[in-house]
């Protein structure tokens, strides 16, 4: 069975940094991309972030972009998002998806078929 578990969200202040961690377990997804969305209540989730297998490319948001960095651990099969500069608008549960299989075409890192529980992040002005 597979399982992507977010951890690492929390309460912060405005400026503030949070890393989020996603580890995954029931299959190896060392061969595929990943990625992180976002769900601000009363919005549509949206995508924040993308990760190829090796660690590029990476894809960011414009919103995100210059503020947030994906990476990734295979060896431990772990994705990861540093947020540095948060703002109030940053305020989502954040949602860590990889996918069951290779996807092909330019929108191939917005495709994913598992979706983890999810983690509260707060940013307070």
């Known amino acids: 069975q597979v399982q992507l578990v977010e951890s690492g969200g929390g309460s912060v202040q405005a400026g503030d940094s949070l890393r989020l961690s996603c580890a995954a377990s029931?299959?190896?997804?060392?061969?595929?991309?990943m990625g992180w969305f976002r769900q601000a209540p009363g919005k549509e989730r949206e995508f924040v972030a993308a990760i190829g297998w090796s660690g590029a490319p990476t894809y960011y948001a414009d919103s995100v972009k210059g503020r947030f960095t994906i990476s990734r651990d295979n060896a431990k099969n772990t994705l990861y998002l540093r947020m540095n500069s948060l703002k109030p608008e940053d305020t989502a549960v954040y949602y860590c998806?990889?996918?069951?299989?290779?996807?092909?075409?330019?929108?191939?890192?917005?495709?994913?078929?598992?979706w983890g529980q999810g983690t509260q992040v707060t940013v307070s002005s």
């Open positions: 998806a990889a996918p069951s299989r290779t996807y092909v075409g330019r929108d191939y890192y917005l495709r994913y078929d598992y």
């Open positions: 029931g299959r190896t997804f060392t061969n595929y991309h």
